[in-house]
């Protein structure tokens, strides 16, 4: 069964950098698209940037022009590269991945970042 698996996350200062990996297990099919979102305590989960198979991205206003997202040639990995770090990015990340009506979730990243 698909599975994605989220790593990458930690403890970073303001204005540092961390990247996250996801990588889907248990296929060799190609995602649709790959994405990131993220949920802060308290707080609804809140869309990041997705790519899709031709390379497409999209980026949430937040994290434009800080977060970069690539996705891997075999199209079941995702990374999003996140420079310029900010206190307020401090969230649970999750992978996303979607192939054809299926949707599939990691179980997420902690991400601190502090002032």
């Known amino acids: 069964q698909d599975q994605l698996v989220e790593s990458g996350g930690g403890l970073v200062q303001a204005g540092g950098s961390l990247r996250l990996s996801c990588a889907a297990s248990?296929?060799?099919?190609?995602?649709?698209?790959m994405g990131w979102y993220r949920q802060a305590p308290g707080q609804q989960r809140e869309f990041v940037a997705v790519?899709?198979?031709?390379?497409?991205?999209k980026y949430g206003d937040a994290v434009k022009g800080r977060f970069t997202i690539t996705m891997g040639k075999a199209q079941i990995t995702a990374s999003l590269q996140m420079n310029s770090l900010k206190p307020e990015d401090t969230a649970v990340y999750y992978c996303?991945?979607?192939?054809?009506?299926?949707?599939?979730w990691g179980q997420g990243t902690q991400v601190t970042v502090s002032s």
């Open positions: 790519i899709t198979s031709s390379g497409v991205t």
């Open positions: 996303n991945a979607v192939r054809g009506s299926r949707s599939f």
């Open positions: 248990g296929t060799i099919l190609s995602m649709n698209t």
